[in-house]
């Protein structure tokens, strides 16, 4: 079947549409209950009658994954106002700064007043100023202490979940787990309005039950207990959590027989860890995307997959490249950003390198913005070889550099007290793999663990601020080349 990308019918009409079929059958559920379609429908109705009495324009949302998020999410979107998800790991001054530049007037948290819809979430009117235009805007984390905030069109958001469903449609998935914040574009569209148009079961685990907390920190324990007891048809993750699931499962601590399928992305992905997942049976499958093209863009699929690639376009995205190599995507595309001019329609630059083969599959370079030239004139790309360092499981975090240099250094931080042998025979298989003028000549092993400030929502190191962070430490290394492996 043909996908139509004309303009969706609102999530709204599917969720009735399934009320009306299967009252009874649960649409979602949290650590303390469930909601059935029919209880999801009236919910929504409740608080969307409220927000209209309220003159409510721009809602923020700031709880915890639950069946309350979801309901003011979707009451905003039915009442046709702006919608703001607040990342949980944000800062006190980025906290302001969101509410500031999107003029919020109702935030949803736990404090405040109780409302018809929400259970346990309250809401607390602000003094925002009107915001005519109907929007998912969400705040990434950047490179800088103020976080840039994407704008989305609610259909645009609903084109890219249907374009999802379709990709997935012979994929019996009948129940998918929440584990990323909903602040997350990626889980918000991938992991709840696709299943929600599907007409399946959707599970919200909150920080405690999936034990992931803040921007980078888990539990494997509880991540562990979460899997086992959900027993997850699909998942979506970013790199990091599935290096922890592959060595649950490697362990026998997780049983991942019925799992369906695992979309990882947010960063790029070793074909190592791939190969090794795959190994132990875990249904992985690589894609790539980004918030300004609303999330997904690439994926592979059950029986349309590469290695080493992060599959094809999905049906409602074109993409290519540059004359430069830069890819480029049309589709869905944001608005622009807040408080910034729209950017219109046509080919959007992503600021990624990458290739597309003869078959539409797309291999990821890494960023422009992020590649440094060795004084021997050789451009590298940093990610790759970061990539093949913290999917190791003693890795938890690595930059790799080597701007003007002879030779590229990486600074290493340990999950675990490994030593310097450990590390020096993982850099020393992970350089056999690599031509020579990207291998790790020289390693750094930081002692002090990294200031979760310096980390993205994704597990990704804030890769401007922490070269300048560190920046006399990567400058004394190269004053004193002698020393190929220290401990600082």
């Known amino acids: 079947m043909p996908f139509d990308n004309s303009v969706p019918e609102s999530l709204m009409n599917h969720v009735c549409r399934h009320a009306a079929a299967k009252p009874d059958a649960i649409a979602l559920s949290d650590a303390g209950g469930s909601c059935t379609y029919a209880d999801l429908q009236y919910r929504v109705a409740e608080l969307s009658s409220w927000l209209k009495k309220a003159n409510v324009h721009c809602l923020a949302i700031e709880i915890d994954n639950s069946i309350d998020w979801v309901v003011a999410d979707l009451a905003g979107m039915n009442t046709g106002i702006s919608v703001v998800p607040v990342p949980g790991f944000f800062s006190a001054s980025q906290r302001e700064h969101v509410f500031e530049a999107a003029q919020v007037d109702c935030l949803v948290s736990i404090e405040g007043d109780a409302v018809p819809g929400l259970v346990h979430a309250k809401v607390t009117l602000l003094r925002g100023k009107a915001n005519p235009r109907a929007s998912k805007i969400t705040f990434t984390s950047g490179s800088s202490g103020t976080p840039k905030a994407v704008v989305l069109d609610h259909e645009a958001n609903l084109e890219v979940a249907l374009s999802i469903v379709h990709a997935l449609e012979l994929v019996d998935v009948q129940q998918h787990v929440c584990i990323l914040p909903l602040a997350t574009l990626l889980e918000n ?7 929600l148009i599907k007409g399946i079961t959707v599970h919200l685990a909150a920080s405690t039950e999936s034990g992931l907390s803040g921007s980078s920190s888990l539990n494997l324990e ?8 959900r027993q997850p048809e699909s998942l979506i993750l970013v790199p990091q959590l599935l290096v922890a699931l592959s060595a649950l499962v490697e ?29 132990l049976g875990l249904p992985v499958y690589e894609g790539y995307g980004l918030s300004e093209a609303g999330s997904v863009v690439t994926l592979n699929l059950p029986g349309c997959e590469k290695p080493g690639t992060v599959g094809k376009a999905l049906p409602h995205a074109d993409i290519r490249t ?7 995507v049309r589709g869905v595309s944001m608005v622009g950003y807040l408080g910034e001019p729209a950017v219109g329609e046509g080919w959007m630059k992503t600021g990624d390198i990458g290739e597309i083969d003869d078959d539409g599959f797309v291999t990821i370079k890494g960023r422009i913005s992020n590649r440094f030239i060795t004084s021997f004139g050789r451009n590298v790309n940093p990610e790759w070889v970061e990539s093949e360092l913290t999917q190791q499981p003693l890795i938890a975090q690595a930059l790799f550099f080597g701007e003007a240099q002879a030779t590229n250094l990486a600074l290493i931080w340990t999950r675990f007290d490994s030593g310097i042998p450990k590390i020096a025979a993982i850099v020393d298989e992970i350089n056999e793999a690599l031509p020579d003028y990207a291998r790790i000549h020289d390693f750094l ?44």
Do not use: W
Request: proline content about 2%.
């Open 251 to 279: 362990l026998g601590m997780v049983n991942a027989d019925q799992m369906k399928l695992i979309a990882v992305g947010g960063g790029r992905v070793s074909e190592g860890l791939l190969r090794k997942a795959k190994s």
């Open 189 to 195: 569209t991938a992991g709840v309005y696709a299943p």
């Open 445 to 488: 092993l930081m002692e002090e663990a990294i200031d979760p400030g310096y980390i993205t929502a994704n597990g990704r190191l804030k890769r401007a601020a922490v070269i300048e962070h560190y920046g006399a430490t990567i400058n004394e290394h190269f004053d004193n080349t002698g020393n190929r492996h220290a401990v600082l």
């Open 322 to 328: 540059s004359d430069e190599g830069e890819l480029e």
């Open 222 to 229: 509880a991540f562990a207990n979460c899997l086992q007891e």
